[in-house]
């Protein structure tokens, strides 16, 4: 059994060397990067030529000049990159990695919100696709949702599509009122107070991060609330030695290979998007290889698009956390 195990292993390391091998080739072939979200699969943030969150890829993918960018990660995150990048060919490896999310905002229900608010700025979570960032004046990502709601001159804000989110923003703008939209991450809402309890009494010196996706009850009880980027600069400044991480399980594999000295723990085995987990090796190649599934916004959607995005990284400034690294 342990012989065969071993063996199977072995296979696995094969396969997956050849596979990034593969993958090397294509990209010199087709002038392409590849960019890879902190949520996805270990084996993938090991082929990043740039890994971070939403926000520190769509700064890189407005300063890099290669022709093709092969997006590891989820539909809107490909769409934003094109909308900043209308010149490149932006490439989802898995035509079906959406974001329950950002389908839970539609443009007629916002447009009926702001007729309901009109003196309200609608501030769009990046979690949002094309047409709705679209109709909104302001985007924004976990990392700078506060400082973007900060900077507008409205007193009155609608935030879509997150309440968690807008639920933190709030509690860190109180002199604004936030309007929040009903929508949540499925991913994050499963992680209960209980299982920060159950972690927190086996690593009592831990420290719990959650990110703010994460429901009311663990915003509460979480001793930080941090973006996937925040995490990981908080983590190094710490003096603590042990993390409970109230986020998507992909950001282990990061923080341990960043921070070999600490000892992270996930507190519930079901943080885990099926959404970002679609994305493989295997398809990582077929998308090199097939120039497949380009990801394009209509023309007259990504230019008001574009506009609320590139709002949102002027007041966020050069600030990138991409983690800049290739094979
Ligand atoms: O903005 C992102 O990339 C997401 C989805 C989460 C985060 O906190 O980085």
Known sequence: ?????????????????????????????????????????????????????????????????????????????????????????????????????????????LRAKRKEFPDAAVVCYVNSNAEVKAESDIGCTSSNAVAVVRSLPNKRIIFVPDKNLARFVQSQVPEKEIIAWEGFCPTHIVLKGEDITKAKKIHPKAEVIAHPECSSEIQDIADHICSTASMFKYVKSSKAKEFIIGTESGMLYKLRKENPDKIFYLPSEHLVCPNMKLTTLGWVTRSLELMVHEVKVPKKIAERARVSLEKMLKITGERSGATISGV
């Open 1 to 109: 059994m342990t012989h065969h195990m071993d063996s199977m292993k072995k296979e696995d390391k094969k396969y997956i060397e050849s596979l990034t091998k593969e993958i090397v080739r294509l990209k010199k072939k087709r002038n392409a990067i590849i960019m890879v979200h902190n949520y996805q699969r270990d084996e993938i943030q090991n082929i990043a030529d740039i890994s971070g969150d939403s926000l520190a890829l769509s700064e890189a993918a407005v300063k890099t000049n290669v022709d093709v960018i092969v997006f590891c990660g989820v539909h809107f995150m490909a769409e934003s990159a094109s909308i900043l990048n209308p010149k490149k060919k932006v490439l989802l490896p898995v035509k079906e990695a959406g974001c329950p999310l950002a389908d839970m905002v539609g443009v007629e229900e």
